[in-house]
């Protein structure tokens, strides 16, 4: 009786300790790199600096160029919205948006990256029209000046007068593959945009996880960010 006893307390034991030990989830083997948000601001941090650094380089051919020339400002604004996706990453939050600095966060994100969609469509809408424009241009050096026209046949054409290019070379050539370089950066940057506020979207009204774990891997417990 006594070994029958004992024998059926072990196996109550064995079953316990099987029920503690819960496996890890398989997402704990991924990357951390790999999640959201962190996936999506790295990228936005990338694709702002470059297009603020292409846009610094082709300023520097001629300060006459004008702002919807040289879209710095459209990778300064992304370089801030990954910076707060950054900061979603980083924040431990309550399940269930209990918490007025998760929602504060996730609207704010979702609107800059919806503006910044927007932003990146129209940069790629003037670099396309300024693109086709250069790639036609006529130019011909006036002292140290570099005037341009559409059409060099005719007298009323339009001209564009480029302030310290030194080589017309640089206008036809080099400032064409920038504009060509800006479509094609504020376009991915439009993708990643779109990305991260479909994201936040389906985060809101889908129950989309995409944070951190938690808790002790026996509870399998998960917080959303």
């Given at each position: 009786m006594g070994q029958g006893q004992k024998g059926s307390s072990d196996k109550e034991k064995g079953k316990k300790q099987k029920r503690d030990e819960s496996p890890a989830p398989e997402d704990g083997r991924k990357c951390r790199v790999c999640r959201f948000p962190l996936l999506v601001a790295l990228?936005?941090?990338?694709?702002?600096?470059?297009?603020?650094?292409?846009?610094?380089?082709?300023?520097?051919?001629?300060?006459?160029?004008?702002?919807?020339?040289?879209?710095?400002?459209?990778?300064?604004?992304?370089?801030?919205?990954?910076?707060?996706?950054?900061?979603?990453?980083?924040?431990?939050?309550?399940?269930?948006?209990?918490?007025?600095?998760?929602?504060?966060?996730?609207?704010?994100?979702?609107?800059?990256?919806?503006?910044?969609?927007?932003?990146?469509?129209?940069?790629?809408?003037?670099?396309?029209?300024?693109?086709?424009?250069?790639?036609?241009?006529?130019?011909?050096?006036?002292?140290?000046?570099?005037?341009?026209t559409l059409d060099h046949n005719d007298p009323i054409a339009r001209t564009f007068t480029y302030e310290e290019v030194s080589d017309c070379e640089v206008i036809t050539g080099t400032l064409t593959l920038y504009f060509l370089l800006q479509i094609v950066l504020n376009l991915v940057q439009a993708i990643v945009c779109a990305v991260g506020a479909f994201i936040m979207w389906k985060d809101r009204y889908q129950v989309f996880f995409a944070g951190l774990q938690i808790g002790s891997p026996s509870s399998q417990q998960w917080q959303k960010v």
């Open positions: 990228l936005q941090l990338l694709l702002g600096v470059a297009v603020t650094a292409v846009a610094f380089l082709m300023l520097a051919i001629s300060p006459s160029l004008l702002a919807r020339e040289t879209p710095h400002w459209a990778g300064i604004i992304l370089c801030f919205v990954s910076i707060l996706g950054f900061i979603l990453y980083c924040i431990t939050y309550l399940p269930d948006e209990r918490t007025s600095m998760q929602f504060i966060g996730k609207l704010l994100y979702f609107v800059l990256c919806t503006i910044g969609l927007v932003i990146s469509v129209l940069v790629v809408a003037f670099a396309g029209h300024h693109y086709s424009q250069t790639s036609s241009f006529s130019c011909e050096q006036v002292g140290e000046d570099c005037v341009c």
